[in-house]
């Protein structure tokens, strides 16, 4: 048992840390350099969630390639983490040419290093393709590179409510990802048992775990911006309890035994909390401050 977990380490895991602590040297150089490390910090997670929502339609709906970092038994959890290795790594890197204002030259340069990167995985067993091509991912990044930087200089002015609104939505999905839904579904605390999108039950675990998310955090983000009195907001949270429960009460989803008001409480107060954090760091307030 002992001897596999190193041989899969040396094989496959120990090169997605690395691409991990890669991502980690990139943003220390990038709070190195900005002045505004709070909206930077935030945009970084409004990133990853864009990135991670289109892998999700590759990885889910299309079935484009597969990750195998090999930390997990159950093989689709074991994409789903590896995805999440990679989009840090892009968005990372994204992050990173806007900083420095880099010129469209080096987008290139680092669509070409990612291909390269895509290759090798793909050649040694990291990373599986199955219609996707490598040169597709050559193709495909310097226009993701451009459309983040057109998307950062408008979220920095803070003005147009649009772009603010989306930039606080994929940074509160990737961020409540990491520290709320994944815990509880590695633990297995907490699952959704619906088979509305795929029969096997990883798969459409995670497909339903996108609705969820796309559902309740839009809710909370409306409750949040929306001037109401204290007494209206708390009925309107108070519903959203309410309705867990049915889901709950109705077999989509599940629980552990005891811990629904636990659960739902960190779910529900933990997501509105970073929506108020988040858009925080998103104000224009926050900004004018950091400069």
């Given amino acids: 048992m002992l001897s596999t977990f190193w041989s899969t380490f040396w094989s496959n895991t120990v090169w ?14 990038i709070l190195y350099k900005t ?5 930077e910090i935030a945009f970084l997670f409004s990133i990853i969630g864009f990135a991670f929502a289109l892998e999700a339609i590759l990885v ?13 038994e159950d093989p689709y959890l074991d994409i789903i983490v590896g995805n999440y290795f990679s ?12 900083v420095y204002d880099l ?16 290759f090798l995985f793909a050649k040694y067993g990291l990373f599986e393709h199955f219609w996707f091509k490598s040169s597709y991912t050559l193709i495909g990044f310097a226009p993701f590179f451009w459309l983040i930087k057109k998307w950062h200089m408008k979220a920095k002015t803070a003005a147009n409510r649009f772009i603010n609104y989306i930039s606080l939505y994929f940074s509160v999905a990737s961020f409540s990802t990491f520290v709320i839904f994944l815990p509880q579904r590695l633990l297995g605390i907490q699952l959704l048992q619906t088979n509305i999108f795929f029969t096997d039950m990883n798969r459409n675990n995670t497909s339903s775990g996108f609705v969820y998310q ?16 204290r007494l209206a907001k708390a009925i309107a ?12 009460t109705w077999g989509y989803i599940y629980i552990f035994k005891g811990l629904f008001l636990m659960v ?16 925080y760091l998103f104000s224009e307030q926050s900004f004018t401050r950091c400069d």
């Fill in 16 to 29: 997605y840390i690395l691409l991990f602590v890669m991502s980690i040297i990139t943003n220390v150089f």
């Fill in 35 to 39: 002045k505004n490390k709070k909206f």
């Fill in 60 to 72: 889910l709906v299309l079935n484009a390639y597969s990750y195998h970092p090999k930390i997990f």
């Fill in 87 to 98: 989009q840090i790594s892009l968005s990372s890197t994204a992050l990173l040419l806007i």
């Fill in 103 to 118: 010129s469209y030259l080096w987008y290139g340069i680092f669509a070409f290093i990612y291909f390269v990167i895509d």
């Fill in 214 to 229: 796309l559902i309740v955090l839009n809710y909370l983000i409306l409750l949040h911006k929306f001037h109401m009195s």
């Fill in 237 to 248: 949270f108070s519903s959203l309890f309410i309705a867990q429960y049915f889901i709950y």
């Fill in 264 to 279: 739902t409480s960190f779910d529900l107060l933990g997501c509105y909390l970073l929506v108020v954090i988040f858009n």
